[in-house]
């Protein structure tokens, strides 16, 4: 039988601006350079609850796979996989005492452009999230680059005023710490040219980037802060320096 046991394993969170560099970056540290150690916090939670028998193990792989592509949910190709898995998260919620956390991020999808399957979409990735950080120990390096703290830069309906702020602000407080928070600084310009001709996943021409670059600059000040006063262990880096650099950087934050 499965134990939950909170914080063995460590984790790692990608924080910055859509379009920062957040997923090159995670990938280029699994192909390159912690590949033996380092696993993102999706992978971890369905490689937690694999089956070993050789169909029951693909099918899941198949499934990873749908769940990075296109989305977690599914009613009919992988049905019984995703009514498994949800089924651990919703345990791993009851036996923790999360719902008080996850109400907290409702607060905020209720502010934002989401319509009913995009905030269904993002509540069942954050619970996800969330669950993954109450496994058994497999002494590995978790990294997230849509993780818990990054759920904060959604694109909102409109300007965020104070009340907005203190409800961000008081769903942060609420998130168990992670080990370490890697802030992505990237200047919008040059966020904006990166997305440019992206096929699919954000992109900046579609929003009011007056409103965006206003609410995302008030966040990241809240975030900063809140991570100061929490005392998380955070590491700053630069999009535009060189990868090698920030993944050296990287290496030497990590313990």
């Known amino acids: 039988r499965k134990n939950f046991k909170f914080r063995m394993n460590y984790f790692v969170e990608l924080v910055g601006f859509p379009g920062a560099g957040k997923s090159y970056i995670t990938k280029k540290l699994k192909e390159n350079y912690l590949k033996k150690k380092i696993i993102e916090n999706d992978e971890l939670f369905f490689s937690y609850y694999k089956s070993n028998k050789i169909t029951k193990k693909i099918?899941?792989?198949?499934?990873?796979?749908?769940?990075?592509?296109?989305?977690?949910?599914?009613?009919?190709?992988?049905?019984?996989?995703?009514?498994?898995?949800?089924?651990?998260?919703?345990?791993?919620?009851?036996?923790?005492?999360?719902?008080?956390?996850?109400?907290?991020?409702?607060?905020?999808?209720?502010?934002?452009?989401?319509?009913?399957?995009?905030?269904?979409?993002?509540?069942?990735?954050?619970?996800?999230?969330?669950?993954?950080?109450?496994?058994?120990?497999?002494?590995?390096?978790?990294?997230?680059?849509?993780?818990?703290?990054?759920?904060?830069?959604?694109?909102?309906?409109?300007?965020?005023?104070?009340?907005?702020?203190?409800?961000i602000d008081e769903f942060l407080n609420s998130l168990p710490k992670p080990n370490l928070v890697i802030l992505i600084n990237s200047n919008f310009k040059e966020l904006f040219k990166r997305t440019e001709n992206r096929k699919k996943g954000f992109k900046y021409q579609n929003n009011d980037l007056k409103l965006l670059k206003k609410n995302f600059l008030k966040i990241n000040k809240i975030l900063r802060n809140n991570l100061k006063k929490k005392r998380i262990n955070n590491l700053s880096i630069y999009s535009n320096d060189s990868l090698k650099k920030n993944i050296l950087k990287i290496k030497k934050k990590i313990r």
């Open 59 to 167: 099918f899941f792989k198949l499934f990873y796979y749908y769940k990075k592509n296109i989305k977690f949910e599914s009613n009919f190709l992988f049905k019984n996989e995703y009514i498994f898995l949800k089924n651990k998260i919703n345990l791993i919620i009851k036996k923790k005492n999360l719902n008080k956390i996850i109400n907290k991020f409702k607060l905020i999808l209720n502010l934002t452009f989401h319509n009913e399957s995009g905030k269904k979409r993002s509540l069942d990735n954050f619970k996800l999230n969330l669950a993954s950080n109450y496994l058994k120990s497999q002494e590995k390096i978790i990294i997230n680059d849509e993780g818990l703290y990054q759920s904060i830069f959604q694109v909102y309906k409109n300007e965020l005023r104070k009340e907005h702020l203190k409800k």
